[in-house]
């Protein structure tokens, strides 16, 4: 199964979405879409039809159905069909085919979130992890989370102050990045050890670990400075500023901030 | 005889009235104080402080002598402070338990060969001092065994800043208690030579990472009269006599002071306990001799939280202390006794400490033995007796209850409906019992002191970890009195 043909359903299935929203006069935007992709390398044809009885019989009302011009998957689109309702009909759906062609089946859950006529993208990821998804007896379960995080560029955030993590988060997020946060140093440092992020952002007062000692351990763990850190605190001392930067900080932003400043000085130290 | 007694209950009544008008007083200054205080704290941005240059860099001294039980978990609390900058100088006072070498490993801390120390002010000479540059703000002093005192004075030798702050090894600093004192510094910076900070009682809080992250009522009663008695002492109290720059004492748990100042007084005074309020005599005494403008402050918002006592024998082994303590600043500083050169100092604190603390139990004491005389020759009638109960009750009560409000008015630590009732209630209880065996530990103390008994007494640590096994091994340690 080739990439192209597997962008094909899912623009398919993008334009079913868009055709819904257009329809509704945009309240559709608003409601939930089930979607359940259904591969199927024997009887395909036979196998989809009965998925559709299946689920009409079981939501009492026609379905949207998109196949691929391979001829080998099928995408399910249930409008105003809660995430829950979809993964309990995509149970029936896999002892279906399980009775049916043991084996020789994939099914991943998906949904359609918020917005998502906007979101072309979406459509995409999902098709292609489908794609690469193993045949098994098992519901895949695919996150609109994962498609917009995956394959970015990452940014670890340390700071012990709830309201400036989440809004930072929220606006890291919007310029596309994978956002790690952590509340205290212990938590900055295992983030970090894990996942390797590309930029950590970090205050120097935090709980359980001291900022500058916070420093040096990254800067033990990472020699090279190969992920960059940003110090982003309300110190404006001299003194701590040059230390600093003596244990290899990449920049330096103190509080009161401009989140246009500092998202420009993330941007140019990832470029 | 009946005339005698008949003076002294006239005396009696006097004394009751002026000691009454007194605590009222000092309650009002203590609103005042707190109303400003509300005031101010709405228009600092501490956080934003905290990082500004105009804040003085701040050298925490921790004395500690065998407290390897508690004293990583601390150290690892006061390097978090929302300070942006101070280090803090662990003492080890010649501790025979592993103290020093549980902060060398947990710390990876190596001897540090390149400090010189200056004998500014006298002390036991300096073994060695202990570094690492990982963690910049951590310095280790180790010398041999000389009091509480004595280890203050040695990390004031080392330390490199222009403010020191004093705090016992078994307390904990709440994040932002170093920037509020320094507000309170830097509001008159020319001026303030001590500032003392608000003392809180742990026992029954949850602790994590240092922090204290809920804070309840002690579940035992010593610990839980004693939250009500620091409450009172240092809110309906404290905040008062800071008001009229009258403040004799500022605890030994957490204190802040200019260092040119202590310097000046000659440091701390040793040998005896009772350092934390000599040390605040010393320099009320200095600064009026010498005619300079001066206040020694209080700042109620800056909080530390150490564990009290939770038995009987550590507690009474405590007051007792605290007793001695006080007679002998007393008995030492007597000249300033009722002179007005000393202003505020000498003509109000000092006669009230005299009068009402120091002398207290006596006044009790004969009251007692009175009363039995007024019984015995039948001069009374027990309705007589049942009015002045109740309004001594009553009065006591007022003041306790007023320090109550105080702290729901301005702090709000206890949210719970159930702790409120539980401080009235236990406010009500305290007159039955705890109040008098204060009496009885002070007039201890006092016959200790004419013993010449001049020892620490018995204290015990228990790590901070609730969950971890009570350790019960009496050893004597180097703490100062908390609200003495």
């Known amino acids: 199964m080739s990439r192209t043909e597997a962008k094909r359903l899912n623009e398919l299935m993008y334009e079913k979405v868009v055709e819904r929203f257009w329809k509704s006069g945009g309240s559709a935007g608003r409601e939930a879409c089930g979607i359940l992709l259904v591969r199927c390398l024997k009887g395909f044809e036979e196998a989809a039809r009965e998925v559709r009885t299946l689920l009409e019989a079981e939501l009492k009302s026609p379905v949207e159905t998109v196949f691929d011009p391979d001829g080998k998957q099928a995408a399910y689109l249930l409008f105003g069909v809660a995430w829950s309702r979809t993964h309990y009909l995509a149970l029936l759906v896999k002892r279906a085919l399980a009775s049916r062609a043991p084996g020789e089946f994939a099914l991943m859950l998906a949904g359609a979130g918020e917005q998502s006529e906007r979101n072309p993208l979406v459509f995409e990821k999902m098709t292609e992890v489908f794609g690469q998804l193993p045949e098994a007896p098992e519901v895949a379960i695919f996150h609109e989370q994962d498609a917009q995080e995956g394959g970015s560029q990452s940014v670890l955030l340390v700071d012990g102050d709830e309201e400036m993590r989440r809004y930072l988060e929220l606006r890291f997020r919007k310029k596309g990045y994978r956002v790690l946060a952590a509340e205290d140093g212990k938590q900055g440092l295992d983030l970090f050890r894990k996942e390797k992020p590309d930029v950590v952002v970090t205050d120097l007062n935090l709980s359980g670990m001291d900022g500058f000692h916070l420093l040096t351990r990254l800067h033990s763990e990472d020699p090279d400075n190969r992920s960059k850190i940003v110090v982003f605190t309300d110190n404006r001392v001299e003194e701590a500023i040059s230390k600093c930067f003596k244990l290899g900080v990449a920049d330096y932003i103190t509080r009161p901030f401009s989140p246009v400043e500092l998202e420009a000085r993330i941007e140019r130290l990832l470029q | ?484």
């Open chain 2, 1 to 484: 005889m009946r005339e005698l007694l008949l003076g002294y209950g006239t005396f009696a009544m006097y004394y009751v009235m002026a000691v009454t008008l007194i605590y009222f007083t000092i309650l009002f200054f203590s609103y005042k104080g707190v109303y400003s205080m509300i005031k101010g704290a709405v228009y600092s941005r501490f956080r934003s402080l905290s990082g500004s240059e105009s804040a003085p860099p701040v050298s925490l001294l921790v004395p500690a002598y065998n407290e390897e039980l508690t004293i990583i978990e601390n150290v690892k609390s006061l390097l978090t402070l929302n300070y942006h900058t101070y280090e803090v100088i662990v003492v080890n006072d010649g501790s025979k338990d592993r103290t020093l070498q549980v902060l060398i490993e947990a710390f990876q801390l190596v001897p540090k060969e390149d400090e010189t120390v200056r004998y500014a002010i006298e002390c036991t000479p300096i073994r060695q001092v202990y570094y690492n540059p990982a963690y910049p703000n951590l310095y280790v002093v180790d010398k041999p065994n000389g009091g509480k005192a004595d280890s203050l004075n040695a990390g004031i030798n080392l330390s490199h800043y222009p403010l020191i702050s004093s705090i016992d090894a078994d307390s904990l600093l709440e994040k932002d208690a170093l920037i509020r004192m320094a507000r309170v510094y830097m509001e008159n910076p020319a001026e303030t030579v001590a500032i003392g900070g608000n003392v809180r009682i742990a026992n029954g809080c949850s602790i994590r990472d240092g922090v204290v992250t809920d804070v309840r009522l002690p579940r035992k009663m010593w610990p839980m009269f004693q939250t009500l008695e620091y409450m009172k002492a240092f809110l309906g109290g404290r905040i008062g006599w800071s008001h009229i720059n009258g403040l004799i004492i500022v605890s030994g748990a957490f204190g802040m002071f200019r260092k040119s100042s202590v310097v000046e007084v000659g440091g701390y005074r040793d040998g005896y306990p009772g350092e934390d309020m000599n040390i605040i005599i010393k320099l009320h005494r200095h600064m009026l001799e010498n005619k300079l403008p001066y206040r020694v402050a209080y700042c109620p918002d800056a909080v530390c939280w150490t564990q009290a006592p939770d038995t009987y024998r550590i507690l009474s082994s405590q007051r007792k202390r605290w007793g001695r303590g006080n007679l002998k600043n007393m008995l030492e500083n007597r000249d300033m006794l009722l002179r007005p050169k000393y202003k505020v100092f000498g003509m109000l604190t000092m006669p009230y400490n005299v009068i009402f603390e120091t002398l207290n139990p006596y006044f009790k004491l004969t009251g007692l033995l009175a009363l039995i005389g007024y019984v015995a020759m039948d001069m009374t009638q027990w309705r007589v007796l049942l009015t002045f109960a109740l309004i001594n009750f009553l009065n006591g009560y007022v003041m306790a209850v007023g320090s109550l409000v105080l702290e729901e008015m301005a702090f709000r630590r206890y949210t719970r409906m159930k702790d409120l009732v539980k401080m009235t209630v236990f406010s009500a209880l305290m007159f039955l019992g705890y109040y008098q065996l204060g009496v009885l530990w002070r007039l201890q103390g006092h016959i200790e002191f004419l013993r010449k008994n001049n020892s620490w007494g018995v204290m015990t640590r228990q790590s901070w970890n609730q969950e971890a096994p009570a350790v019960n091994n009496p050893s004597t340690v180097t703490t100062g009195g908390k609200i003495a």
